[in-house]
């Protein structure tokens, strides 16, 4: 009879850890509709308790209450105790969010094909709110859209079905602010403007594949719309293709007079930045670096070759083949 009361005295022990060197954390999963007793049995197998006994005599001579019990994951670990244990299964379960990546250069159009399918939104969800501006920004957008102003990053997000399209604008647009514009208002006003510096910025993303030459590329650029050049960057061409490597699509681009987004053809920026750019294309734009060249190209190595005017560029184009 002894035995079997230290026995019951010992299982009722719920402030003793199953192993107290191991601390590795495990996500552990209630499903709904579970009770307290009920997850013993997982709980054995998982090695967070000794036994399903145990786990119920804790309840019973253990002070233990099971009825705030929640349905979710969460972490667990073999150095919990089992009051412990219980005590984050009635906490807040895990977030069940996953991460979503909008890569740097990306279109709106990339965004929400992307976010199509993963089978976040519904084709073009993404669009209507960033093309129509539905949601408010933390700053003044100057332009017809929120291209290039929606921060290329990892984000944890809801899965698809508890996924909403305005909260995630609205924490790119966030981002965007926290990332960029909160550290360098000063030297936006005092420069030539956001909607400008987003719009070249996008352009160096496509541009120049070198952080390090992108002030370069900067200065070139607004020397050229200084001094009322076509900028000449088949990029901007590129922007209203479907796919952004359809080589016939860009040709015909190309000749057209009455694209907004045909550099070669009219003078000035683009309507709008053509992707998402990064902080380093930013802030070369911001602090674009003047130089003696009025062209560049880059050669077959995506190395930056400079020309001071036509005649070296043409030079350039047949030296390293590029036309």
Same mark, same amino acid.
């Given at each position: 009879?002894?035995?079997?009361?230290?026995?019951?005295?010992? $299982? /009722?022990?719920?402030?003793?850890?199953? &192993?107290?060197?191991?601390?590795?954390?495990?996500?552990?999963?209630?499903?709904?509709?579970?009770?307290?007793?009920?997850?013993?049995?997982?709980?054995?197998?998982?090695?967070?308790?000794?036994?399903?006994?145990?786990?119920?005599?804790?309840?019973?001579?253990?002070?233990?209450?099971? @009825? $705030?019990? #929640?349905? /979710?994951?969460?972490?667990?670990?073999? &150095?919990?105790?089992?009051?412990?244990?219980?005590?984050?299964? $009635?906490?807040?379960?895990? *977030?069940?969010?996953?991460?979503?990546?909008?890569?740097?250069?990306?279109? +709106?159009? &990339?965004? &929400? #094909?992307?976010?199509?399918? !993963?089978?976040?939104?519904?084709?073009?969800?993404?669009?209507?709110?960033?093309?129509?501006?539905?949601?408010?920004?933390?700053?003044?957008?100057?332009?017809?859209?929120?291209?290039?102003?929606?921060?290329? =990053?990892?984000?944890?997000?809801?899965?698809?079905?508890?996924?909403?399209?305005?909260?995630?604008?609205?924490?790119?647009? =966030?981002?965007? %602010?926290?990332?960029? +514009?909160?550290?360098? !208002?000063?030297?936006?006003?005092?420069?030539?403007?956001?909607?400008?510096?987003?719009?070249?910025? @996008?352009?160096? =993303?496509?541009?120049?594949?070198?952080?390090?030459?992108?002030?370069?590329?900067?200065?070139?650029?607004?020397?050229?719309?200084? !001094?009322?050049?076509?900028?000449?960057?088949?990029?901007?061409?590129?922007? #209203? +293709?479907?796919?952004?490597?359809?080589?016939?699509?860009?040709? *015909?681009?190309?000749?057209?007079?009455?694209?907004?987004?045909?550099?070669?053809?009219?003078?000035?920026?683009?309507?709008?930045?053509?992707?998402?750019? @990064?902080?380093?294309?930013? =802030?070369?734009?911001? *602090?674009? !670096? %003047?130089?003696?060249?009025?062209?560049?190209?880059?050669?077959?190595?995506?190395?930056?070759? /400079?020309?001071?005017?036509?005649?070296?560029?043409?030079?350039?184009?047949?030296?390293?083949?590029?036309?």
């Amino acid at each position: 009879m002894i035995p079997l009361l230290i026995s019951l005295i010992a $299982c /009722g022990n719920v402030d003793a850890p199953m &192993d107290a060197t191991d601390s590795t954390p495990v996500v552990f999963e209630v499903p709904k509709g579970s009770t307290a007793n009920g997850i013993g049995p997982a709980l054995v197998e998982a090695g967070f308790v000794t036994s399903e006994f145990n786990w119920k005599m804790g309840f019973k001579m253990g002070g233990l209450d099971g @009825s $705030c019990l #929640k349905a /979710g994951k969460f972490e667990l670990r073999r &150095d919990m105790s089992q009051r412990q244990v219980l005590e984050t299964l $009635c906490g807040v379960p895990l *977030a069940d969010d996953v991460d979503f990546t909008v890569l740097e250069g990306w279109r +709106l159009r &990339d965004t &929400d #094909k992307a976010l199509a399918d !993963k089978g976040f939104i519904t084709a073009g969800a993404y669009l209507a709110v960033t093309e129509g501006k539905t949601v408010p920004a933390p700053f003044d957008v100057s332009g017809p859209t929120y291209e290039g102003y929606l921060f290329p =990053e990892t984000y944890k997000v809801p899965p698809p079905g508890s996924f909403d399209v305005d909260k995630f604008v609205v924490r790119q647009l =966030e981002t965007f %602010d926290t990332r960029f +514009l909160a550290s360098h !208002k000063d030297e936006v006003a005092a420069g030539r403007g956001l909607h400008d510096i987003v719009i070249v910025a @996008s352009l160096l =993303e496509r541009e120049e594949p070198s952080v390090s030459n992108r002030p370069v590329v900067a200065g070139l650029i607004f020397k050229r719309l200084d !001094k009322g050049w076509q900028l000449g960057i088949d990029a901007t061409s590129h922007y #209203k +293709l479907d796919e952004w490597n359809d080589r016939k699509g860009l040709l *015909a681009a190309l000749k057209d007079p009455d694209d907004l987004y045909n550099t070669r053809k009219r003078k000035g920026l683009p309507p709008t930045a053509i992707g998402a750019p @990064s902080v380093p294309s930013l =802030e070369a734009a911001m *602090a674009p !670096k %003047d130089s003696e060249w009025w062209f560049y190209l880059h050669d077959s190595k995506g190395v930056f070759h /400079g020309a001071r005017n036509g005649d070296e560029h043409d030079a350039n184009r047949r030296k390293y083949n590029v036309y």
